[in-house]
T-cell receptor, first 111, second 116 residues
Framework: DAKTTQPPSMDCAEGRAANLPCNHSTISGNEYVYWYRQIHSQGPQYIIH???NNETNEMASLIITEDRKSSTLILPHATLRDTAVYYC????????????FGTGTRLTIIP | DADVTQTPRNRITKTGKRIMLECSQTKGHDRMYWYRQDPGLGLRLIYY???????NKGEISDGYSVSRQAQAKFSLSLESAIPNQTALYFC???????????????FGPGTRLTVL
């Protein structure tokens, strides 16, 4: 099974950049990396996804290493509303019967 | 996401009762999913449907059944509820686009189910 590894928790000061790492060493060539977040018991929210190039949208940036075995989600100016659990998912987890979220990283933004 | 709605939002029931959770979407997506989430755990897939005529079991389908009444509606049933089905339940939709495995999912607000 494809599998991602994330630290269980992280803190970040408000206004600073939050950098969330993810290891996906078994990712294969045509698989994407997706990031979602879940704010306290709400439905998960899509953030960004990428294949091999770095990506940026209005919410975040995604930096993928050249070997594609790891990535970093960057929230450039974290606010208190960014406190959430962040899930990194590789796309072997989509489109087939093994759709699985891991336990993610609990990011706490400190005032 | 207001485009995916779930009813009820909260439900308390007793062991042995039949319960139906409903999900509706206005996104026009073909794919719909049911997940459950337990405290401290990630989401686990119960069932998924890639179109109205396609229903598939997820990793934890035992004790659950589903019905895809239309493209926009996907219901989850617990035929005889038991306490360990107490959890937060999420519905999601997606619309596979492009080549390869790209599949952004959009989640509903969740249903908190308690089985006594």
């Amino acid at each position: 099974d494809a599998k991602t590894t994330q630290p269980p928790s992280m803190d970040c000061a408000e206004g600073r950049a939050a950098n969330l790492p993810c290891n996906h060493s078994t990712i294969s060539g045509n698989e994407y990396v997706y990031w979602y977040r879940q704010i306290h018991s709400q439905g998960p929210q899509y953030i960004i996804h990428g294949l091999k190039n770095n990506e940026t949208n209005e919410m975040a940036s995604l930096i993928i290493t050249e070997d594609r075995k790891s990535s970093t989600l960057i929230l450039p100016h974290a606010t208190l509303r960014d406190t959430a659990v962040y899930y990194c998912i590789d796309s072997a987890n989509f489109g087939n019967e093994k759709l699985t979220f891991g336990t993610g990283t609990r990011l706490t933004i400190i005032p | 996401d207001a485009d995916v709605t779930q009813t009820p939002r909260n439900r308390i029931t007793k062991t042995g009762k039949r319960i139906m959770l409903e999900c509706s979407q206005t996104k026009g997506h073909d794919r719909m999913y049911w997940y459950r989430q337990d405290p401290g755990l990630g989401l686990r897939l119960i069932y998924y449907s890639f179109d109205v005529k396609d229903i598939n079991k997820g990793e934890i389908s035992d004790g659950y059944s589903v019905s895809r009444q239309a493209q926009a509606k996907f219901s989850l049933s617990l035929e005889s509820a038991i306490p360990n089905q107490t959890a937060l339940y999420f519905c999601a939709t997606s619309d596979l686009a492009g080549t390869g495995m790209t599949d952004t999912q959009y989640f509903g607000p969740g249903t908190r189910l308690t089985v006594l």
